[in-house]
């Protein structure tokens, strides 16, 4: 692990690529800031998406973040931090989608390749959410997506997103075309969910590999990561409506 914090990055080597852990470091002038510094990954070999458009997840840049909706149309994502910081253990950044509604989000390496993202969101109405991983090329992929798993392959790259709380469905998105930096099509593993007024915990295992078996990663054993909030090292698993960290 390479922390850098005055980047706001953790870096990480493994898994035939290298991957940036973001804090998100810029603020809402930047242009096109929610893709290139708003992501929670970035990788130097998945690229990365901008948005083609105002309305609709496939068209929202869905990969490496979570998007936030009010209205199922209109969708939001991280841009600007409240406040970040870097360790060798984890990132943290505290986001403000709308004034009203609070997530704190950490990001966890967890092996080669390999990271899990928390989210404590505080809203006052419900939303719906999408989060993704790393797309990959669409012609030729493979893809699977069942319960609160999703994978997409394609040549020696495969990248797959769950749910580890099983609170959200997973299935691969087809995004609009012509908005990934590498490739002009792609297939991208997701997880989707709705949530009511309230507190609510979600957890992504993320994993993305080059050269690799071609399979799904093994079981993780994530609340034995050392950067985990505290709420969530007990057992058993809080009620994802948990209390505060």
């Not at 998007?67 to 931090?81: E, F, K, N, Q």
């Not at 012609?139 to 997103?161: H, K, M, Q, V």
């Not at 050269?211 to 994802?240: H, Q, S, T, Y």
Request: glycine share 14%; charged share 20%.
């Amino acid at each position: 692990m390479h922390p850098q914090p005055q980047a706001g990055l953790l870096v990480q080597h493994g898994g035939g690529h290298t991957t940036a852990l973001a804090a998100c470091t810029a603020d809402t002038w930047v242009r096109n800031a929610p893709a290139k510094y708003g992501k929670f990954a970035y990788s130097t070999a998945f690229g990365c998406s901008v948005a083609t458009g105002p309305l609709g997840t496939e068209a929202a840049g869905a990969d490496g973040t979570l998007l936030l909706s009010d209205d199922g149309l209109h969708w939001r994502s991280r841009v600007a931090c409240a406040s970040r910081s870097v360790t060798a253990r984890r990132v943290h950044a505290r986001w403000l989608p709308w004034p009203d509604v609070g997530v704190d989000t950490w990001l966890l390496p967890a092996g080669p390749g390999r990271h899990v993202r928390v989210h404590r969101l505080v809203t006052p109405r419900p939303l719906h959410t999408v989060e993704g991983g790393f797309a990959v090329p669409l012609d030729g992929a493979g893809t699977a997506g069942e319960g609160c798993g999703a994978w997409a392959g394609c040549g020696e790259l495969d990248s797959s997103i769950r749910d580890v709380l099983d609170v959200r469905a997973a299935e691969v998105m087809l995004p609009d075309p012509n908005g990934h930096l590498l490739w002009p099509r792609t297939a991208l593993p997701v997880l989707r969910g709705e949530l009511a007024p309230g507190t609510h915990w979600l957890v992504a295992d993320v994993c993305a590999t080059v050269g690799g078996d071609g399979g799904r990663p093994a079981p993780l054993d994530w609340r034995a990561l050392p950067g985990l909030p505290r709420a969530l090292r007990a057992e058993p698993a809080p009620d994802r409506h948990g209390p505060a960290v």
